[in-house]
């Protein structure tokens, strides 16, 4: 697409294999649809379960330089222009021969989605992972280079190595490796890969989900960072509010002749932890998923994360207060990042700021995001699918769980699309050193590969 600097449409160059694996695909495309488990019997034909874990085992030098190049591609947002990772991954999908277009409502956010049909009719299964990133600012802390994708003891560093450049890699590869075998498998596979997710935009998968409806589907694979040891079926509801405090302002050394804005909203700030004490009103069974599963998110995301999640939460993220240190401040503003758990409306949350603005007639409010939490049944049949993969791979099974942090997976549980979230642990996302463990990065790439391939032998 001229306007975004991308590639648009698969060239007819067709993917680049080994020999061997061209030899394999070939015999492979005149077998017949078979089960899970290979035939027995020394002549016997591998399964197509065989054939694409003999794939990604054969290829794992290359989906490493995938994910390695994918990582040199910066992408951080803000600013947000995310060109040189989607011609990256367009070019790839060119070479493969796979289909795929652009979508770039926003110049400098190029969207890529592609799609293939089966041999027969069947579900819709929806691929998702975005290719935005955090930003890194001056580098400091980190002892590799953000944007080198350096492999240092079997780890690959690089901002977006775990958010969530291994779980968009994962759902890549598995567009790649099903379409190989598309003439036996049932309904359509959806690959979208977006900008625009950091910062909860408008111009990656709201946009097309606001104006693509054939990217809407039956069910939703997401590899956004979370945990091997969950499968993530809800999150928490971000509300951003921002607060400005206006006084008159004076002489350090006359601090009688007015009130100080930052001292006032630092009361404000402290008052606006009343938010915390509301409780959520949830169903038996998520409020059983949620019981099950607070080990897993205590091991998934830290002590504490099992409160956390079934709470409200405040952070002040942002002050700005003050001109000159012998200045009485009359200007403060600063911003609050509320998550709303299940259970818990928007209006709740802003009756209780309301009543706490009352004693603060120098502060005015104003709401800037807004994304209510969002869930889906936590015992859904892609749910059993990667339970059962993940077990007979790794001989644990993943507990469904709700996240703290917010994902594009949110937007297909609002049309009541059920989504799941399975991906590497978040080790440095959103801080120094931020990498991805290349076994458990191979391991999510089989995971979504196996389950999406099951998903759609079913009607």
Request: negative net charge.
């Amino acid at each position: 697409m001229g306007a975004s600097g991308v590639g648009g449409g698969a060239s007819g160059r067709g993917e680049e294999r080994t020999d061997s694996a061209k030899a394999k695909i070939k015999a492979a495309t005149h077998l017949k649809p078979v089960g899970p488990a290979a035939e027995e019997g020394e002549n016997a034909m591998p399964s197509d379960r065989d054939l694409l874990q003999g794939w990604i085992k054969e290829e794992r030098p290359q989906l490493i330089e995938f994910l390695q190049g994918f990582v040199r591609a910066k992408s951080p947002n803000p600013p947000g222009d995310t060109r040189a990772a989607a011609t990256f991954i367009a070019g790839y999908l060119g070479r493969c021969g796979l289909p795929y277009r652009v979508i770039a409502p926003q110049e400098t956010m190029p969207n890529i989605v592609g799609s293939f049909e089966g041999s027969s009719p069947g579900r819709h299964l929806v691929l998702n992972g975005h290719i935005d990133c955090f930003p890194v600012g001056e580098g400091h802390g980190w002892t590799q280079d953000p944007w080198g994708g350096a492999i240092v003891d079997g780890k690959l560093y690089g901002r977006g190595a775990a958010d969530m450049k291994a779980g968009t890699t994962a759902s890549i590869m598995t567009y790649r490796l099903l379409h190989r075998i598309k003439d036996r498998l049932k309904g359509r596979l959806t690959l979208t890969a977006v900008s625009d997710e950091e910062t909860f935009g408008p111009w990656g998968a709201r946009y097309l989900m606001e104006h693509h409806p054939e990217v809407h589907g039956d069910c939703l694979l997401n590899g956004e960072p979370g945990s091997p040891y969950s499968i993530r079926f809800g999150e928490k509801g971000p509300l951003w509010l921002e607060f400005t405090v206006r006084t008159p302002g004076a002489h350090g050394a006359y601090t009688h002749y007015s009130k100080s804005a930052t001292k006032v909203a630092m009361a404000l700030a402290r008052d606006l932890e009343a938010v915390t004490e509301i409780k959520p009103e949830i169903s038996d069974n998520i409020r059983a998923a949620l019981e099950q599963g607070n080990a897993t998110m205590e091991k998934a995301m830290g002590t504490g994360a099992a409160a956390a999640v079934s709470a409200v939460t405040l952070n002040v993220g942002t002050v700005r207060g003050g001109l000159k240190v012998n200045m009485v401040p009359g200007e403060c503003v600063f911003e609050v990042d509320i998550r709303l758990p299940v259970g818990v409306e928007k209006s709740q949350v802003l009756d209780v700021v309301a009543n706490v603005l009352k004693d603060y007639p120098e502060a005015t409010m104003r709401e800037t995001q807004f994304s209510p939490p969002s869930w889906c049944d936590p015992n859904g049949e892609m749910v059993e699918i990667l339970q059962r993969n993940v077990s007979g791979l790794k001989g644990f099974t993943p507990i469904p769980i709700v996240s703290l942090g917010g994902t594009d997976a949110r937007l297909w549980r609002y049309r009541n699309i059920p989504a799941y979230v399975y991906g590497p642990f978040p080790r440095g996302m959103g801080s120094t050193d931020e990498h991805v463990e290349i076994e458990e990065f191979l391991h999510i790439v089989r995971v979504h590969v196996l389950s999406a391939y099951d998903y759609l032998l079913r009607p």
